[in-house]
């Protein structure tokens, strides 16, 4: 049976994409020029360590925790409507943030800031599904969306450190209010509106279990990553993990659930979520210990090593435009499992980094590594957001996101781990038990010590953080290179969707389910 081509999109549809760039392109400056920031909203504001560690981290929990909830609402009651909402309410609070005259006024700001943005990029990734059925120009605009996700990773310490050069801390959070006024200026003329029109009401139990099951777990990796093993992250992730099978149990009683468990029911969808997941884990821990090794065992500044960064995250751009193309050629599978590969390399680059004269090699094996993820991250992105039914893409665009904001924290916190193993294991000796907890500590230690005892703690420091820089990106390399053997087993067949999802029936499919009205 001849299947009709899916039509392509128009003008309208790519100025809606370069509308749709803007959040992603925020989201990501957001929470990288916050860390500059720091230290002197600290300073005006008399926060303490516990409060600054609420700044800088109560962003990434609320959007985290409201993620899978935003996604499945903006099905129901339109995408493009829970774009706009979240646009204002980003901007009010940005400007809370901004004008905040106590720290607790600007954890609450940074709260509601998290919660507006867990709207914007399921409805993002969602609306471009929707507007370009076509499936190699969605591969393009999804490259498109991710690219733009990155470069703001990339422009966050250059354009932080020339804001707060000239202007007060505020400054970094009022960087978002243009950006979504002239979103919500440009959203209503150039993006349809699509909801799922057979979407029953929201369960409001199942939002609590979401946020009562992703909150803790999220925050006990954190933890984890931080200090190590102990009473409180434990019960915390035991807790995430109790209501998260209750979460669960309770989605497959109700007719109209706030996550369809039948979308894992997708062999692509699913091994996508999983690629993913672990393949942004790899990239999350070992970057953490390349900025640490810049700054520590380098002793460059926070600026100086934010610009050596800078092509590595510009590589993941380059990886994620070229990924569409290839894809064009090659099966997805084979791009995905390529772009592994690479990432092994690149990994493989940086075991070999020494602890002295290494910025050449370091910034190589980065630029590698992002590459790879790069390739890997656009396409995995489509396939998620490819393989389920139009009706489902918001739910399907939120896992995708959580999926990468599990595998940060998973990453962090368990790669970030060998590293400090690694590193607790060279420093060994008497005198050497408060530089053990870390290599800050070591280089403070240090420099309290006569020139000779000084420098050869120092050295040893640097060697231990080194080495377990090198053991890190080894057993990166060989998780990347079994999510490459993944992607070939499971993801060999069809390049596009396979529908809606092997248990999902055939139903939902059709387009005619989602209205698509202007």
Known sequence: MHQEAPERAGRREWLGLAVLALPALLLALDLSVLYLALPRLSEDLG????????????????????????????????????????????????????????????IAARALMGIAGATLAPSTLALISNMFRDPKQRGT????????????????????????????????????VPVMVLLLIAGPLLLPEYRDES???????????????????????????????????????????????????????????????????????SSALVILMFGVATQGGVMLLVSQYLQTVLALSPMTAGLWLVPSSLAMVVGAQLAPHLAHRLHPGWVITGGMAVAAVGYTLLVFVPSTGGLPLLVAGAVVVFLGIGLMSALANNLIVGS??????????????????????????????????????????????????????????????????????????????TAGLNIAAGASAVLVLALAVLAVFTLRRGSEADGAGEDEPAADTPAETVRAAD
């Open 141 to 176: 605009a999804v490259a498109v969306y991710v690219s733009c996700f990155m470069g703001g990773a990339a422009l966050g310490p250059v354009v932080g450190g020339l804001l707060l050069q000239w202007f007060w801390w505020g400054s970094v959070f009022l960087l978002g």
């Open 47 to 106: 926060s303490n360590s516990v409060q600054q560690l609420w700044i800088t981290d109560i962003y990434g929990f609320m959007v985290a925790g409201f993620l899978v909830t935003m996604g499945t609402l903006g099905d129901r009651i339109g995408r493009r409507k829970l774009l706009l909402i979240g646009a204002t309410a980003f901007a009010a609070s940005s400007v809370l943030a901004a004008f905040s005259g106590s720290t607790w006024m600007l």
């Open 388 to 465: 389920v039914s139009p009706r489902k893409a918001g739910s399907a665009a939120a896992l995708a996101q959580t999926s990468g904001d599990f595998g940060i924290a998973f990453g962090v916190a368990a790669i970030g781990s060998i590293g400090t193993a690694v590193y607790t294991a060279h420093l060994t000796g008497p005198g050497t038990e408060v530089a053990r907890n870390s290599i800050t500590d070591a280089i403070t230690v240090a420099g309290r010590l006569p020139g000779a005892q000084g420098a050869d703690l120092l050295a040893r420091a640097r060697d231990g953080f």
């Open 199 to 269: 979407a029953g009401r929201l369960d409001l139990v199942s939002v609590v279990l979401s946020l009562l099951a992703i909150l803790p777990f999220i925050y006990g990796v954190k933890e984890f990553a931080k200090d190590g093993i102990g009473l409180v992250p434990v019960i915390a992730v035991v807790a995430g993990l109790g209501f998260g099978t209750l979460f669960v149990r309770r989605q497959r009683g109700l007719t109209s659930p706030l996550l369809d468990l039948r979308l894992f029911g997708n062999r692509a969808f």
